[in-house]
């Protein structure tokens, strides 16, 4: 299938890449928000195809894939000629809901377009407004790099934690910096004593050193960093909130709770006890392998564009 979608988030595409699709991505000359292009973080293979913005409109494509609110209010109206717009149409929501968690509507209103979220925690607290709505839990390859632990500290991995404030934990983070040897991973870390960003290709073979991934954040979807640490098997230290709760199993593959003076004292049980951390990030494998393949995710994702292409065809 031919899709035509956004440069968003470049680990998701990266990994929907994988899949049996040909994606199409337009780029422009400011590079701004959505035309990157392939950009030179990700080894794209040559089905992620890039299209200068104004020639998308000579294309012909078998699904539209939204990934964003600007994608669906104002940039296919930009790129996309009236016809285009007519095509098969999936939204893929990345994010939890915002800014409040319970009662934040969400902007898809065409109910001709699928919507798709990433946890069904989303799905919950979204407020929905299109009958077609669906989940597809991240898929990730089996990595490279397996966990080894030398590094006895903890790793987070989060771009701008400091400015984004709350919602990514900062104040979490800061009061366990102050406990225990952790470093701090990601864009902008770098101006308050982070490491900054670790691209891509070699994130995983950087992470998978440390002893354990904690990850601070308060409200969101299911980090696909932490999904990449499992994978690798790697013990987790999360908040017990949003998907997290649903998948992770305190005491076995992960500490998780919502009392930060717990998870500090499993972190302590990790940096003390490498063998202890080894079995639980086993663990956190065996859950990955089972929740995040990327059979399933292919297998998914083909049949969301399907659904979406079907009833297309059937409403005409």
């Known amino acids: 299938m031919k899709i035509f979608t956004w440069h968003i988030h470049g680990s998701y595409l990266y990994y929907l890449s994988q899949c049996d699709l040909d994606i199409y991505i337009p780029v422009n000359e400011k590079k701004n928000e959505g035309y990157y292009g392939r950009g030179k973080t990700f080894p794209f293979g040559d089905n992620v195809i890039e299209v200068p913005a104004e020639e998308v409109r000579e294309l012909n494509f078998d699904c539209i894939l939204f990934q964003s609110e600007k994608n669906f209010r104002i940039d296919q109206y930009e790129v996309l000629s009236a016809e285009q717009r007519l095509l098969p149409a999936v939204y893929l929501e990345h994010n939890a809901p915002g800014p409040h968690p319970v009662d ?3 902007p898809l209103y065409d109910a001709a377009v699928v919507l798709v979220h990433v946890t069904h925690y989303n799905k919950l607290m979204w407020n929905n407004n299109v009958p077609m709505v669906k989940v597809i839990q991240h898929g990730i390859p089996e990595p490279e790099h397996l966990y080894t ?3 006895n500290k903890g790793i987070v991995v989060i771009n701008h934690i400091k400015e984004r404030g709350r919602i990514t934990g900062w104040d979490i983070f800061e009061r366990v910096r102050a406990e225990l040897p952790i470093d701090l991973a990601g864009m902008g870390t770098e101006h308050y004593g982070g490491l900054g960003e670790v691209l891509f290709p070699r994130l995983n073979a950087f992470t998978s050193r440390y002893r354990f991934l904690f990850n601070p954040i308060r409200h969101t979807s299911f980090g696909l960093s932490v999904c990449e640490a499992m994978m690798a098997g790697m013990p987790v230290v999360s908040l017990a909130t949003t998907e997290y709760a649903n998948l992770l199993v305190n005491g076995e593959c ?5 009392n930060v003076d717990i998870l500090v004292e499993g972190m302590k049980k990790l940096l003390n006890d ?7 990030g086993q663990c956190a494998r065996a859950v990955a392998l089972e929740q995040f393949n990327m059979e399933r995710f292919n297998r998914e994702w083909e049949e ?12 005409v």
């Open 254 to 258: 992960a500490f998780i709770n919502t």
């Open 149 to 151: 632990g030398e590094i």
């Open 104 to 106: 934040s509507s969400h």
């Open 274 to 280: 490498l063998p202890y951390a080894t079995s639980m």
């Open 304 to 315: 969301v564009f399907q659904f979406a292409i079907n009833k297309k065809n059937v409403s």
